[in-house]
């Protein structure tokens, strides 16, 4: 019996992991709109990879066709340039999307991270870990980020997601630090310490898979969030008008195009809106999978 | 051996306006279970049977008295020390589907504490995947297809025994089963504890069983020694069949009369004893704990309290000072 | 408004659920008789479709679960399966108290038993709710309770057994006269669960009651109940009164549950465990009988029909093996 299991459990590693990618795939397949969220997702992502290098640095502007509704020549219509509104879209993308993945990047990983640490260790650690979160919690977000618009010009979507990333984790810390006291009084977290494992198989092996759909969850949400965030901050004009951003595109569509009032701006001003809607969307339609993909019961059903 | 003399526990209530609420869990209890030897803590829930398991497999601190296995002081060792001791006991609680981890294989629990043997006692990688397969035959389930299940796909008994599985991985020298059958379906119960009685028998394990159901006691061998806590106090103390056969504690025997006769099989005992109610008073610290809720007490019972000893014509060990043999059990109609 | 004890009878009850494979059912083909004043106890382990069964009872199977077939007759009731709305609601509690499950969380732990208490009057229209007050107190002084004080607590303070007990109090203060007890001492201690069985027991005499207690153990049924019924799969596979059934089971799975409990006295290696595992909703099969795979009497027959309720006397049995040699002996 033995003899037949050794050769068999050389590959068992990547068969759990093939097992896995199967499971996601059946858990996408249940729902269309699970489906239709992943695609609109990938598009975005190939949008805002591709599609800036297939346009020009400087977009072209046509003076004898400026502020025009959509046409079949300009899906969106074009701005007070005369630039393509697409076009525009395109090019933000890249800066709201990269914004958008170093926030999330940085919000799950220091938020887990001290969630982990503080629920894991109790005591001490967790008593100053949370002070510090309940206190960085109640920093009122937006107008921090309107007092550092002064000092930063965030021209980098680098810069503008570490400073959001930063002011974001306390959130998924907090829920983190609930998982783990709730999960580590489970009978195997207890079975592992009493089995001798290292502390780091118990968090890494033991624990994080048991979070992963909450972390999942969260990074999705905190996605969305952060494009809110830099979206708002440029629409509101406090930052340089340079960057390539559907906030700016906002903001010049109602401030200087007037799309409020004029009918042929309201193109400019539903190109933006309708990326950002777009994008929502899609992350709140993979959300609902996050549950069953992670969890081995629901994935195999 | 593995022993425990005068263990305290004491847990305190934080929380309350007016200072913190002391509850009694354990009040200096002494137990000893020698290689492979059996034994069974039986009592009501918070009679504290459950903290004195947790303090036996190293889960939990005790304030007071001494914990030694296999001679070594465990008071003596810093925490970090005791572990390899503790590890000799594992735990085996009483719900299987919280004590394995969802989202990992049969096969992935096994190979964690199995890797980490393998590397202490400088074990081939070969060896982890037939010991995986040897403990789980050794616990009644095929290895095959066992191995590649989540926990979900597998009935309770059949978790409960990869419980047991885990646990034989560091070769345990006592296994530790806190209510281990309660939650799983009664026509596989039974299966559990001949599995608990079978690794005794051939791998000489220990095996510490926790219940509120005195006849499931039996089941893990009827040579084990039966320890019957009331309030964190052991009440009385001897052979499983002599407790069962002729209990003399009024606790003891009010626990044995509360078993449910088998109507038409069986025909109850003559002298059930019943405790009394005492909502109020059933709490107090004064005298003998059981007095309160005891029949039979006296005026002695209330002032002084007794403590576990030997006394003449009676085979086990009791804390009562009015010890008297009670017809309490049922017994079978084939056997009248 | 019926004053006395009411008689139940279930006659072919099948309940469905939904789920992906299609809608499986959960509990097929019942006919089971409730005599008026008797305890009846159902005894099933997980899977085999005993609470399924009481909540049928009070129309109560909640979606994906349906009730497809058969009726549940309740004397001064009619077909509660026909019953909806208003109706139905007025009927639970007034005719047919239900002491759920985890009666140890069933209470609101908001909300102090007392208020509880005038909640349910309210809801249900009582217009004295003075009386419904006194008649609680009562109810709790005859469990041995301080009835003042219970009233004055929440679910916090009340140990299990006196949840339980607040559980049937709630059950009958409507005056309701059949009582469903689901898993009435689960996680109760045995000192505590022989004090509520017994309570169960002198309430029921006392106020004239028709009580069906469903239970995954055998020794509950076994001091309680006067007919005992056991289910399995969703099937109903042995019934009868209780001391008979106990004293010779006929279907080799009451044989075997029985054989499997553990004993006080005797030879340890006399009880044994059934072997396999009992069906869930997905692997009960869809034809024959559903006890097959565990059972030492297995015949060719028993794969392809499923063996009907013979009823011999007081007693019925569901097993081809036992109606064989009920037939030869005839």
């Known amino acids: 019996m033995s003899a037949t299991l050794v050769p068999e459990t050389a590959s068992a590693a990547s068969t759990m992991r093939r097992n896995f990618w199967r499971g996601v795939w059946r858990v996408m397949k249940r729902k269309p709109s699970r489906m239709a969220g992943v695609v609109i997702l990938a598009g975005f992502i190939l949008m805002a990879v591709v599609g800036p290098m297939l346009l020009p640095e400087h977009l072209p502007g046509d003076t004898s066709s400026i502020t025009q509704p959509p046409s079949w020549e300009h899906w969106f219509g074009t701005d007070p340039q005369g630039r393509d509104v697409l076009a525009l879209v395109v090019k933000g993308s890249r800066y709201v999307l990269l914004t958008a993945a170093v926030t999330a990047l940085i919000t799950v990983v220091a938020g887990t991270a001290i969630g982990l640490f503080s629920g894991f260790k109790r005591g001490r650690w967790d008593t100053v870990l949370m002070r510090l979160t309940d206190m960085k919690l109640t920093i009122p977000g937006l107008p921090l980020l309107l007092v550092l618009a002064t000092v930063w010009q965030f021209g980098s979507p680098l810069q503008m997601g570490l400073v959001l990333g930063l002011l974001g984790w306390g959130g998924v810390a907090r829920a983190v630090r609930s998982q783990t006291l709730s999960l580590r009084e489970r009978g195997f977290i207890e079975a592992a310490r009493g089995l001798g494992l290292s502390t780091s198989h118990i968090i890494g092996r033991e624990l994080l898979p048991s979070m992963a759909p909450y972390i999942a969850m969260n990074m999705l949400i905190s996605v969305t969030g952060a494009v809110y965030s830099q979206v708002g901050l440029f629409f509101l004009g406090v930052l340089p008008y340079e960057s390539d951003n559907w906030g700016v595109m906002l903001n010049l569509a109602v401030f200087q195009a007037g799309a409020m009032v004029t009918p042929t701006a309201l193109g400019y001003l539903l190109g933006p809106l309708l990326a950002i809607l777009l994008l929502t969307l899609a992350i709140v339609l993979v959300v609902d999978a996050m549950d069953e993909i992670f969890n081995p019961r629901l994935r195999e059903e | 051996m593995i022993t425990g003399t005068g263990v305290v526990k004491t847990f305190k209530q934080r929380g309350k306006l007016l200072g913190a609420r002391e509850v009694r869990a354990l009040r200096g209890v002494d137990f000893a279970i020698p290689k492979g030897g059996a034994a069974s803590f039986i009592g009501e829930s918070g009679c504290g049977k459950t903290t004195l398991g947790r303090i036996i497999a190293?889960?939990?601190?005790?304030?007071?008295?001494?914990?030694?296995?296999?001679?070594?002081?465990?008071?003596?060792?810093?925490?970090?020390?005791?572990?390899?001791?503790?590890?000799?006991?594992?735990?085996?609680?009483?719900?299987?589907?919280?004590?394995?981890?969802?989202?990992?294989?049969?096969?992935?629990?096994?190979?964690?504490?199995?890797?980490?043997?393998?590397?202490?006692?400088?074990?081939?990688?070969?060896?982890?995947?037939?010991?995986?397969?040897?403990?789980?035959?050794?616990?009644?389930?095929?290895?095959?297809?066992?191995?590649?299940?989540?926990?979900?796909?597998?009935?309770?008994?059949?978790?409960?025994?990869?419980?047991?599985?885990?646990?034989?991985?560091?070769?345990?020298?006592?296994?530790?089963?806190?209510?281990?059958?309660?939650?799983?379906?009664?026509?596989?119960?039974?299966?559990?504890?001949?599995?608990?009685?079978?690794?005794?028998?051939?791998?000489?394990?220990?095996?510490?069983?926790?219940?509120?159901?005195?006849?499931?006691?039996?089941?893990?061998?009827?040579?084990?020694?039966?320890?019957?806590?009331?309030?964190?106090?052991?009440?009385?103390?001897?052979?499983?069949?002599?407790?069962?056969?002729?209990?003399?504690?009024?606790?003891?025997?009010s626990l044995l009369s509360a078993i449910p006769v088998l109507h038409g099989l069986e025909l109850p005992g003559e002298q059930p004893v019943v405790p009394l109610e005492s909502l109020d008073d059933s709490r107090s610290e004064d005298g003998c704990l059981f007095a309160p809720r005891c029949p039979f007490r006296q005026e002695r019972c209330t002032d002084e309290r007794p403590l576990l000893q030997v006394t003449e014509g009676v085979p086990q060990e009791h804390a009562c000072f009015y010890p008297e043999r009670r017809s309490v059990i049922a017994r079978p109609m084939s056997e009248v | 408004m019926v004053q006395q004890a009411p008689g139940v009878r279930i006659d072919g009850l099948t309940v469905v659920y939904k789920t992906p494979a299609g809608e499986l059912p959960a509990v097929r083909g019942i006919d089971l008789t409730l005599e008026p004043g008797s305890i009846t106890g159902i005894v099933g382990e997980s899977g085999s479709g005993k609470s399924t069964l009481a909540l049928s009872l009070l129309n109560a199977v909640q979606p994906p679960g349906r009730i497809a077939a058969g009726r549940v007759e309740i004397d001064g009731l009619g077909d509660v399966v026909g019953l909806a709305g208003e109706q139905l609601r007025k009927a639970r509690g007034r005719h047919i108290g239900y002491v759920f499950q985890a009666a140890q969380n069933s209470l609101n732990p908001l909300k102090t038993v007392g208020k509880q208490l005038l909640d349910l009057g309210r809801s249900h229209g009582v217009e004295d709710l003075r009386g419904l007050v006194r008649e609680a107190k009562d109810l709790l002084g005859r469990m041995g309770l301080d009835g003042a004080r219970v009233l004055d607590s929440h679910q916090h303070e009340l140990s299990g057994g006196m949840r339980q007990r607040v559980g049937i109090m709630l059950a009958?203060?409507?005056?309701?006269?059949?009582?469903?007890?689901?898993?009435?001492?689960?996680?109760?201690?045995?000192?505590?669960?022989?004090?509520?069985?017994?309570?169960?027991?002198?309430?029921?005499?006392?106020?004239?009651?028709?009580?069906?207690?469903?239970?995954?153990?055998?020794g509950v049924v076994a001091e309680v109940a006067d007919r005992l019924a056991v289910m399995y799969g969703g099937r109903l596979v042995e019934q009868g009164p209780t001391r008979e059934v106990l004293g010779a089971p006929r279907h080799p799975y009451t044989k075997g549950l029985i054989r499997a409990i553990p004993r006080l006295v005797g030879d340890i290696d006399e009880a044994q465990a059934l072997p396999g595992r009992p069906p869930t909703l997905a692997t009960v099969p869809k034809e024959g009988c559903v006890f097959r795979e565990r059972c030492a009497l297995r015949m060719d027959v028993c794969d392809t029909v499923d063996p009907q309720a013979v009823a011999d006397g007081p007693r019925t049995v569901a097993c081809h093996a036992v109606t064989v040699t009920v037939k030869e002996h005839a």
Do not use: C
């Open chain 2, 58 to 253: 190293g889960l939990e601190s005790y304030d007071e008295g001494e914990i030694a296995i296999d001679g070594v002081s465990m008071s003596a060792l810093k925490p970090k020390q005791r572990q390899p001791h503790f590890r000799k006991i594992q735990m085996i609680h009483q719900d299987p589907y919280s004590a394995l981890n969802p989202t990992r294989t049969i096969h992935q629990t096994l190979h964690a504490p199995l890797s980490l043997r393998a590397r202490q006692t400088g074990r081939p990688k070969s060896w982890i995947e037939e010991r995986a397969a040897e403990v789980l035959t050794l616990v009644g389930l095929d290895p095959g297809t066992v191995l590649s299940r989540y926990p979900h796909q597998l009935s309770g008994g059949m978790r409960q025994r990869v419980v047991i599985a885990r646990a034989l991985t560091v070769d345990p020298e006592m296994l530790v089963a806190d209510e281990a059958v309660s939650m799983i379906d009664v026509s596989l119960r039974l299966g559990i504890l001949a599995l608990l009685k079978d690794l005794r028998e051939r791998l000489g394990v220990r095996v510490l069983f926790i219940t509120h159901d005195v006849a499931t006691a039996r089941y893990i061998g009827d040579d084990g020694e039966l320890y019957v806590i009331y309030r964190g106090q052991v009440v009385e103390r001897g052979p499983v069949d002599t407790i069962i056969a002729d209990p003399v504690h009024p606790y003891t025997q």
């Open chain 3, 172 to 218: 009958l203060v409507l005056n309701a006269h059949l009582v469903v007890l689901d898993e009435p001492t689960t996680a109760l201690d045995m000192i505590t669960q022989a004090n509520i069985l017994k309570i169960v027991r002198e309430v029921h005499a006392e106020r004239g009651l028709t009580t069906l207690v469903i239970t995954h153990d055998i």
